[in-house]
């Protein structure tokens, strides 16, 4: 069975400052490991994924996340964070690519001026 | 692309009401999805279809909630009678094999009293 982990409900950064939200997953065979950001009253909207290839992966708004193996983990970084970043962030995972995805519970990054 | 379209946006209606809740994916995606988001429970996957076809309502709570697709570009979960613990987000979201990611829409925030 699948499952992916976000242990922090909540990060809080200082505008300028870099940011990581952290994610790990459990998937038998080969990962495909997705980022989704909510905005308040809006849907989930798609930042970056990885499939396979080069682990670093660059996505929307300068975001990127990095795919560890060793690690099983899905961690998403900015370099400096605005605060327009502010919002509910979801990792997700599914073993192919399509089909059903295993969410996390989300993690809310807030920016601060 | 208009992306994923849901209707209604807002629904407040009495307990033991219908509620029917609509959804257009995008066009050439053949999978759809269809979640619900609270506080409590997060976001959870109820049904998927491919190519019309469902293909999992594990989530689908109890035999109060119905799903059809009877066309590629419509889709609709139905509630009937609703209940306030019923009171969610719903989003619905298609995808396709070549893309991978989710696109969902905006949402439809269901209030039942």
């Known amino acids: 069975a699948q499952s992916v982990a976000q242990p922090e409900d909540q990060v809080n950064v200082a505008e300028g400052n870099p940011l990581t939200v952290k994610c790990t997953y459990s998937?038998?065979?080969?990962?495909?490991l997705f980022w989704y950001v909510q905005y308040p009253n809006r849907g989930l909207q798609f930042l970056l994924k990885y499939i396979t290839g080069d682990n670093l992966v660059k996505g929307s708004y300068g975001f990127e996340a990095e795919f560890n193996k060793s690690q099983t983990s899905f961690h998403l970084k900015k370099p400096s964070a605005l605060v327009s970043d502010s919002a509910l962030y979801f990792c997700?995972?599914?073993?192919?690519?399509?089909?059903?995805?295993?969410f996390g519970d989300g993690t809310t990054l807030t920016v601060k001026p | 692309d208009a992306g994923v379209i849901q209707s209604p946006r807002h629904e407040v209606t009495e307990m033991g009401q219908e509620v029917t809740l609509r959804c257009k994916p995008i066009?050439?995606?053949?999978?759809l999805f269809w979640y619900r988001q609270t506080m409590m429970r997060g976001l959870e996957l109820l049904i998927y279809?491919?190519?019309?076809?469902?293909?999992?309502d594990s989530g689908m709570p109890e035999d109060r909630f119905s799903a059809k697709m009877p066309n590629a570009s419509f889709s609709t979960l139905k509630i009937q009678p609703s209940e306030p613990r019923d009171s969610a987000v719903y989003f619905c979201a298609s995808s396709s094999r070549q893309v991978g990611e989710l696109f969902f829409g905006e949402g439809s925030r269901l209030t039942v009293l």
């Open positions: 066009s050439g995606h053949d999978y």
């Open positions: 998937v038998s065979g080969n990962p495909y």
């Open positions: 997700a995972s599914r073993t192919t690519n399509a089909g059903k995805s295993t």
């Open positions: 279809f491919n190519n019309n076809v469902p293909i999992d």
